[in-house]
C-alpha cells in the first residue's frame, strides 16, 4: 500500500508530507483547491510524462516522493527482485522536475528510466479517472477491460505471438507470389545464357593460352624457317658453325695448358659454350618437330577465340572474366529454380502458422465468452444498486472468421450492450446510454474490476460524478467495501461518498499578496464533521446541517 508521500515545489505545493494508512481516504476541498495536484504526483511517479510548467514559479526544481509498503505484494516484490531493485519490503520512488523539461526518476535509490517506472507502478497502483466512461465507449478499451477481468495476459501473450509469425510468413508469400513471373523471365533468361556459356565450357586463365597457341600456329612457317637457320648455323650446317669454330678454339687452349696452365679458366669456358650449344641445338631440333602447320587447329582456335569475344561483347565483360560470370550466372539460376520449391515450403509453414494461430485465438475466445458471462451478470447487478433497475448489461464476444478477421487482440469483436429499462432490448452502448447513465455503468465496472484486481491501491478519481442522492450512498458504499480488504483513495465533491471513508483529507489554498499555496490536511473527528457539513450546506452551515452529517458519518460507522 501507499504507505507516504513527499511533494516540493510542485505546482502550488510549497513541501507537503503526508502518511496513509489502509481502508478508504476521501480527498475533499473547494473546486480549484488543488485536489487534482495530489493525483497529478501520484501519476508522475507511475511514469508520465513530465511538464516543466508543474515546477513551483520561482524554483529550479521540483520532487516528489513516494514509499509503498510491498509486504505481501509478491508480483511488485518478484519485479523488484527480477531488476535487482529490492529493498526489504519497502519500494521507494523518486521524481525529480527541473526546469529545463528533464527529469530524473529512481526506484530504492537506483536510476530507472520512465519504461520501469510504468512497469513498477502498474503493480502498485490503479487509477481510474472521472472520464473513463468516455473511453468506454471505445472497442479496443471494451476488449482490454473484459481480459483484465479475466486475467487472459499469457494467453494474449500466446495470440500475439503467433499472430506475429503468422503475418511475417503472410508477408514473405505475398512477395514470392508477386515476384513469380519476373522470376519466370529471368529463369528463361539465364538458361539461355547458361547453356552459351556452359557450351563454351571456358576454364579461368584458358583465354591467355588460346591466344599463344593461336599466335604460334599462324606464325608456324616462319618459326620453323627461323629456327632452322638458327640450328645450321649453330651445329648442322657442312661449311663453318659455332660449334666447329668453338671446339678448335678449345684444342689450341688445350695444347697451351701444359706451358701456361693460368689459361684453364677460358678453356673451362669454352667447354661450358661447347655444351650450352649443344643443348640450344637439341632443343631447337625438339621445337621444330613441336610445330605443327595443322590448319584445322589454327581454324579451330580461331573460332573458339571469336565465341569468346562475342559472348564477351555480349556480357559487357572482359574475356579474361566469362569464366567468373559462368559461375556466377549458374548459381543464380540454381537459387531461382529452388525458389520455386521455397514458395511451396513457405505455403505450408503459412498454413501451419494459420492453424496454431487460429488454435490460440479460439482458445482466447472461449475464455472471452465465458468471462462475459459472469461480468455481464456482476456488472448487471451493480447497475441496479446504483439505481438502473431493470436494466441489462451484456457483454458480447463474437468471434469472426477468415483471415481479415486475423489481430494481434485475437479474432474476437467485444460490444458492450446495455439496456437501461425493462422491456428494452440490449444496443450498444454508444446508442443508448446518457451521460448520467454512462458514468454510473462506468463506476460498476471500475468497482467490478477492482475487487479482481490483484493491484494494493485504488484511486477513483471524482468517478462518481453526474450521480446524487441516494445513488451517491450507494457509491460510497461500495468504494467503502472496497477499501476494507485494500488502499482506496477518492476524490470527491459528494458528502454521502466522503461520509464513509475510513479516512479523511481535505485539500486548501492559501493566498497572500504574492504566494499561493496548497496544502492537505488530515481531519479529526470534529474537522471532519464540519468538512461533510460544508459539503452538504455550502457556505452557511447550520447545527441541522451539522446533525445531519453526523447522522451520515454515524451510519458509516454503524
Known sequence: MLESIQIKNFAIIEALQLEFDQGMTALTGETGAGKSILLDAIKLISGDRADSDSIKSGEDKAEISVCFDINGQDQAGRWLEANELNSDGECIIRRVLYTNGRSKAFINGYTAPLSQLRELAELLVDIHGQHEHQSLQKPLVQQQLLDAYSGNSGLLSTVATKFKTW?????????????????????????????????????????????EDYKRLSNAGQLLETSGQVLGLLYDNEETTAQSLLSNCQKALADQLLVDPGLSSSHELINSALIQIQEASDELRAYQDSIDLDTEQLDHLNQRIASVQTLARKHHVQADDLAALTVTLNKELEDLQSSEHDVDSISKALDQASQEYLQAATTLSTQRKSTALSLSRQITNVMQ??????????????????????????????????????????????????????SRISLAIQVILSESSLIPTLIFDEVDSGVGGGIAEIVGNKLHQLGDNRQVFCVTHLPQVASQAHHHFRVEKSKTADNTTTEVIALSESERLEEVARMLGGVTITDQTRAHASEMISRRQA
Open 167 to 211: 503475418r511475417e510468413l503472410k508477408q514473405q508469400f505475398e512477395q514470392a507470389k508477386s515476384g513469380s513471373q519476373e522470376r519466370e523471365q529471368r529463369v528463361d533468361l539465364l538458361q539461355l545464357y547458361c547453356r552459351e556459356l556452359n557450351e563454351l565450357n571456358l576454364s579461368t586463365g584458358e583465354i591467355d593460352q588460346l591466344q
Open 385 to 438: 444498486e446504483l439505481g438502473m433497475q431493470g436494466g441489462e448489461f451484456l457483454v458480447q464476444v463474437d468471434a469472426r472468421e477468415g483471415e481479415s478477421s486475423f489481430r494481434q487482440s485475437g479474432i474476437d469483436q467485444v460490444v458492450y450492450l446495455v439496456s437501461a429499462n425493462p422491456g428494452q432490448p440490449p444496443k450498444p452502448l454508444n446508442k443508448v446510454a446518457s451521460g448520467g447513465e454512462l
